[in-house]
């Protein structure tokens, strides 16, 4: 058994040197609102070197108003939106991390899983060091405040040379940004280019919300530190085997950002497409479960030949159902989010297109309204294979016992969730969707290969632990 976090990926923004550095952080914070809807933040380092913080729990137009971003002055800021992956959902564990120490101030927001924060932390506190959070990030502040050497960066490299897992970091000091990925690449950030500012950004459509040119992607590995006197490149970490994470492609990144090298609607449109090559059957329309389906059901009715239509119609003013920490808001809100379009469904043989499967819960209760909307038959396909391994790299999977894949057969899940077939992309065919680069992908999560040490203790409760 592995102990696990319940929960879930984050977001990343930083912007050096901009007049409206606070106004385009909170931009950029909509546009990555996706990536975490629990609590949001933005720090701000003022000429002066003077630091200042506005976090808060919920989206970011609950915790941002015209008087909060008026009170944040400064050219110089970052800012983060989180579904914690370590740590409880508590306002002290909202990002970006601020620190004020005699010779400087620092401000840290992070993507992803330290995945030896415990130990790490349990070395700290045994030399003295107090923890503010149960966040796995406050650990990397601790280890960078206790490094003797003098530059910011090269104080953050020694705190992460340190740290096992995931990592994808925007940090902020008095007159520099730092933007850092892990060596394996998990999880996305690249670098864009503002009114002559350098920003960093998990993902592109942050970039092109604010009129922002895309310059690249932060490498596996790199550091950029930015400064008034540009960006500079730093490859400080051993190398490894590059291994960004495939369910960003899957489900989690916006159709409309470039990630990996990629866009992440092509990608999911050829998911489709590799569906229906490999995985056909006769049927007179193709739907999605929206939002998440839509771009590999495109795919999938394109290379079919068989008509894509709406199916279904979501509620847009529902949050995302994974999103929720228990099970009995998470059902409630799966009831509200989606209402199927019975005219269209009645009578029909139908192919659903869904990206994933995680628990079957909610694709048990969506089959259920289809069902009712009066549907033929349903023929469900899924654009990756089945889950069936926790991921310690930040994305939200439950524990293997949860995970329905895990403990039903193919067949017995389509039993349980009520369709009369499904299928799911094999392993192989999902990565001959990707096509680029597909060596560089970590699937631990569909087979139990995970390409770092696995330190079992990284779960919430032991990070807390007294
Ligand atoms: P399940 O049937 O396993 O309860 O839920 C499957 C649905 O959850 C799919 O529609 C899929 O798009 C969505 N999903 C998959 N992974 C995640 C995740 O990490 N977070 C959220 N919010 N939804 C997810
Ligand atoms: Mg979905």
Do not use: W
């Not at 294979?385 to 999977?397: A, E, L, N, R, V």
Request: aromatic fraction near 8%.
């Amino acid at each position: 058994m592995y102990p696990l976090d319940k929960k879930e990926n984050c977001g990343v923004f930083g912007i050096l040197g901009h007049e409206n550095a606070v106004g385009l952080t909170y931009l950029a914070l909509y546009s990555l609102q996706h990536r975490g809807e629990e609590s949001c933040g933005i720090a701000v380092i003022n000429d002066e070197g003077k630091i200042s913080q506005h976090t808060g729990m919920g989206l970011v137009p609950d915790v941002f108003n015209k008087d909060v971003l008026e009170s944040l002055s400064g050219r110089n800021a970052i800012g983060h939106v989180r579904y914690s992956t370590t740590g409880s959902s508590i306002l002290k564990n909202a990002q970006p991390f601020v620190i004020s120490h005699h010779k400087f101030s620092v401000s840290i927001a992070h993507n992803g899983n330290l995945t030896n924060a415990v130990k790490l932390k349990r070395d700290l506190e045994t030399k003295g060091s107090i923890f503010q959070t149960t966040m796995d990030s406050e650990v990397v502040l601790h280890l960078l405040v206790r490094s003797k050497k003098k530059e910011i960066e090269d104080r953050l490299i020694e705190a992460l040379k340190d740290c096992d897992g995931s990592y994808s970091m925007a940090v902020l000091s008095e007159d520099k940004l730092i933007g850092v990925r892990d060596p394996y690449g998990f999880r996305p950030l690249c670098i864009g280019y503002k009114d002559k500012s350098y920003v960093l950004a998990s993902e592109t459509c942050a970039l092109d919300l604010i009129g922002a040119d895309f310059i690249r992607e932060v490498l596996p590995g790199e550091v950029v530190v930015i400064s008034k006197e540009g960006i500079r490149s730093i490859r400080p970490f051993p190398k490894r085997c590059t291994s960004q994470c495939i369910f960003e492609y899957i489900y989690f990144a916006r159709p409309d950002s470039s990630i990996f090298g990629d866009s992440v609607y092509d990608v999911r449109e050829r998911l489709g497409i590799e569906l229906a090559k490999h995985h056909s059957i006769k049927a007179d329309i193709v739907i999605s479960i929206p939002d998440s389906g839509n771009y590999a059901a495109v795919g999938y009715a394109k290379e079919s030949c068989i008509p894509f239509e709406f199916g279904m119609i979501r509620n847009h003013y529902v949050g995302r159902t994974f999103i929720q920490p228990s099970q009995a808001m998470r059902s409630h809100s799966v009831k509200i989010k989606l209402n199927p379009i019975k005219s269209v469904l009645r009578g029909k043989n139908v192919i659903v297109v869904e990206d994933s499967i995680v628990r079957g819960t909610t694709t048990g209760s969506r089959i259920k309204t289809l069902i009712e909307a009066g549907v033929k038959k349903i023929h469900m396909r899924i654009t990756c294979p089945p889950i069936k391994f926790p991921c310690f790299y930040g994305i939200d999977f439950p524990s293997r016992k949860e995970l329905i894949a895990n403990e039903l057969s193919i067949p017995e899940i389509a039993e349980f969730i009520k369709v009369d077939s499904l299928e799911y992309l094999t392993l192989e065919e999902m990565l001959n969707a990707v096509g680029k680069n597909r060596d560089k992908f970590c699937t631990a999560c569909f087979n139990g290969v995970y390409p770092t040490k696995v330190h079992k203790k990284t779960s919430k409760s032991v990070l807390e632990e007294k």
